[in-house]
């Protein structure tokens, strides 16, 4: 299926100047947005903002990048890509997967590249904090570990207390 969106995209800019799949900023598909504003692009040629005329043209790609991100969507659902894991078996290994991604300390849009779901979905079905945890700090003492003792402690020696009376 071409896709009309993909195909405007690439002429729109016939001087290849500005490629609409890395220039135009930093994209977050969940808001269907860019994150920064034309003028904070800086020019990968001169390392200088992008000229007043080149900023709109830049606009006009963007309005047009999202318009093609859209439809890409769209033809998702039109095809059920990213839509159902049916069986329980299917279902028990991919959150087996994500669990371990999460736990690992993966974001959910590395995680999407891993397995047939959504963003949007992963963040649905699946809570970071649950997995993502800090390491309970463990303690030694200097005369402990000089006789040899390498048994941690989870509890922060009375010197080392700050004293707030």
């Not at 079905?125 to 003492?141: G, H």
Request: hydrophobic share 35%.
């Amino acid at each position: 299926m071409s896709n009309c969106f993909y195909q405007k995209l690439l002429e729109s800019e016939p001087l290849g100047f500005i490629d609409p799949f890395k220039d135009l900023g930093d994209f977050d598909s969940v808001q269907m947005k860019f994150k920064e504003p034309v003028s904070h692009l800086i020019n990968k040629y001169s390392g200088q903002p992008y000229s007043l005329s080149w900023q709109k043209k830049i606009e006009e790609m963007r309005s047009l990048y999202i318009l093609y991100q859209k439809s890409l969507q769209n033809e998702d659902v039109k095809l059920e890509l990213h839509s159902r894991v049916r069986s329980q078996k299917k279902k028990d290994h991919v959150n087996e997967i994500v669990t371990t991604y999460l736990s690992l300390g993966f974001r959910f849009r590395e995680i999407e590249s891993k397995v047939s779901l959504t963003n949007t979905r992963l963040r649905r079905n699946w809570s970071r904090s649950q997995f993502v945890k800090t390491a309970e700090p463990q303690f030694y003492f200097k005369k402990d570990l000089k006789a040899g003792f390498a048994e941690p402690s989870s509890v922060l020696p009375k010197s080392l207390k700050i004293n707030l009376d």
